[in-house]
């Protein structure tokens, strides 16, 4: 790493998944704008539904998300039986829409569910909001816990994708973080998947973790290229203990330092590039056949919370505690708080308890952030004729892109603002050019790089 970007990379920088982002929401004490947003919905607008399963069998130390370990299956059980009447509140509230066109279980541990419960939620889900011919439903999935019989049941419900959480192969590394998996453990569930038809496999590795070495990140990704991964995120772990309490485990002396964290996500790229793969935004790579890649070169890849995706459904409906729906006009939260969503569901309400409207200007910078978020290039022309904005509305951007120009983070020609690959990992640093709302929640993010 350039010793003139170190300020900059330990800046603590949105992940910019969304704009305005989770940092901006707010408390939102009545319904009024959940319904002005849900009336924009039209017969023509296609959904995607994300369904949150907030639990794991067992916790990792360096997890961040909304997530228990529930100590048997009736907690598990309860939550379903909320879920299904969530799933029944929001078909009661939407308008008329087109079908679903993509469906996907995230947490947690989406293998918590039993088989029956995960057939009954999907069938639930079809049913309530139609299932477009071409649906792509995907699910991720803890190796260590997800048996051969869960595996089939996916494949009986349709399920086309799966992501399975490697994150490392380095046994130091998976104790550090409470996560044991051996290698076989991972390529025997990989396998069984495709046995039962369900070839289009993710696999998530990390790098920055406790006494992770460029060696391990090394071994990790050629192990993913090696049994076929059709695409693999390489994510830098976000230490904030402040906000998961579960990673006090971790001891800030086993973390590899910022060079050494920009050194571990080089040689990761170095590797999955040599493979073939295609360098996808700030941490994704895809086969050159995936769809995802044909996105990225057709210009309709998209970054949401999932990530970087060819889902063309810019209406997600979020399901379970925590989950985010994004609407015409704003993103809206349910309640992390299991005991506030289902009390919200038992009354017939959609429980949305935080969230932000967008307004003209948060409409034209998200498009902004997430085209040079995913193509590491945007022209502020391009996009204000694409948002039918004044051309001027994002120039003073270009002025704070010029101020990192001399630093060698981008280029700036015309209304053109280019990242070189050598700054690919300071992507967010350009990205934060085009967010005026920073400053009020700089200290609530992760470090940049």
């Known amino acids: 790493m350039r010793q003139d970007w170190i300020s900059l990379a330990t800046a603590r920088l949105p992940r910019y998944t969304s704009y305005p982002t989770a940092a901006d929401f707010s408390t939102m004490p009545d319904g009024y704008a959940v319904r002005s947003a849900m009336e924009r919905i039209t017969s023509e607008t296609s959904l995607g539904v994300y369904v949150h399963v907030p639990f794991c069998e067992k916790l990792c130390w360096y ?34 829409h087109a079908d679903m066109r993509h469906l996907h279980f995230g947490g947690g541990s989406p293998n918590s569910l039993n088989c029956g419960d995960f057939r009954e939620i999907i069938n639930h ?48 590394v998976q104790k550090a973080i409470n996560r044991i998996q051996p290698r076989h453990m991972v390529t025997a569930k990989l396998a069984h998947l ?11 590795l990390m790098y920055g973790l406790p006494l992770q070495t460029r060696e391990d990140v090394k071994e990790a990704a050629k192990y993913a290229a090696d049994v076929g991964a059709d695409r693999i995120s390489l994510f830098g772990y976000a ?54 890649t044909q996105s990225l070169r057709d210009g309709t890849i998209r970054r949401t919370f999932q990530g970087y995706t060819d889902n063309p459904c810019k209406t997600l409906i979020g399901l379970g505690p925590s989950a985010i729906s994004e609407l015409p006009g704003g993103f809206f939260q349910t309640s992390k708080a299991q005991p ?23 409409k034209v910078r998200a498009r902004a952030i997430e085209t040079v978020m995913s193509t590491m290039r945007v022209d502020i022309n391009d996009v204000a004729r694409e948002m039918h904005a004044p051309m001027r509305a994002l120039e003073p951007a270009l002025d704070a892109a010029r101020k990192l ?26 990205a934060s050019c085009f967010d005026w709302r920073l400053a009020s929640s700089e200290g609530r993010h992760a470090v940049a790089v």
């Open 239 to 292: 230490h904030v203990p402040w906000f998961a309490k579960h990673q006090r485990a971790i001891h800030d002396e086993d973390l590899p330092g910022l060079e050494e964290r920009f050194e571990q996500a080089r040689v990761g790229h170095e590797v999955l590039t040599a493979e073939g793969y295609v360098a996808i935004g700030l941490d994704h790579y895809a086969r050159p056949e995936d769809s995802l």
């Open 194 to 204: 495709r046995q039962n038809g369900i070839r289009r496999i993710n696999m998530d």
């Open 405 to 430: 120009e001399p630093l060698g983070l981008c280029t700036v020609s015309g209304t053109v603002v280019e990242v070189p690959e050598e700054a690919r990992m300071m992507l967010r640093t350009v």
């Open 340 to 362: 506030i969503w289902r009390a919200q569901v038992e009354g017939g309400v959609l429980p949305i308890s935080r969230g932000v409207l967008q307004s003209a200007d948060d």
């Open 63 to 96: 997890c961040g998300c909304a997530t228990t370990v529930p100590n048997g299956y009736r907690r598990v059980s309860s939550f379903v039986d909320v879920l299904m009447k969530e799933i029944d509140v929001w078909r009661n509230h939407l308008p008329a």
């Open 125 to 172: 889900i079809k049913l309530a909001f139609g299932v477009d011919k071409d649906v792509e439903i995907d699910i991720e999935l803890d190796p260590r816990t997800t048996t051969d019989a869960f595996i089939e049941t996916l494949a009986s419900c349709g399920v086309t994708r799966a992501s399975l959480g490697v994150q490392t192969l380095s046994g130091p």
